[in-house]
């Protein structure tokens, strides 16, 4: 069975950092591109960050850029959200997910499979 697993979400203040983990059994991730959505409370599921099947192709959306770091292991058929400078506006369910093409525009159109989600929470 096809899963993937996210962890990693927490409640944490203004300024901290997390480090989301996407792990995918049943399946390898050698052949896929990755990416992360993310659901505030109010608001619609947004793409966050993507990456290439080998890693070395990545984009982010305006919000996260400079902030966030996009990790895909292959080796441990995983990949992981760097979330640094955090926001209370970064507050909602993250969500890995794999998606059919390359990660440039539009990615977050053609997902495939999709974790369970993770909340994250800023606040002090």
């Known amino acids: 069975q096809q899963q993937l697993a996210a962890s990693g979400g927490g409640l944490v203040q203004p300024g901290g950092s997390l480090r989301l983990s996407c792990a995918a059994s049943g399946f390898t991730l050698d052949y896929s591109g990755m990416g992360w959505f993310r659901q505030a409370p109010d608001g619609e599921r947004e793409g966050v960050a993507c990456?290439?099947?080998?890693?070395?192709?990545?984009s982010f959306a305006d919000s996260v850029k400079g902030r966030f770091t996009i990790i895909k292991d292959n080796a441990k058929n995983s990949m992981y959200l760097q979330m640094n400078s955090l926001k209370s506006e970064d507050t909602g369910v993250y969500y890995c997910?794999?998606?059919?093409?390359?990660?440039?525009?539009?990615?977050?159109?053609?997902?495939?499979?999709w974790g369970q989600g993770t909340q994250v929470t800023v606040s002090s």
């Open positions: 990456i290439s099947l080998g890693g070395g192709t990545s």
């Open positions: 997910a794999t998606f059919r093409g390359p990660c440039s525009s539009h990615w977050f159109l053609r997902p495939e499979y």
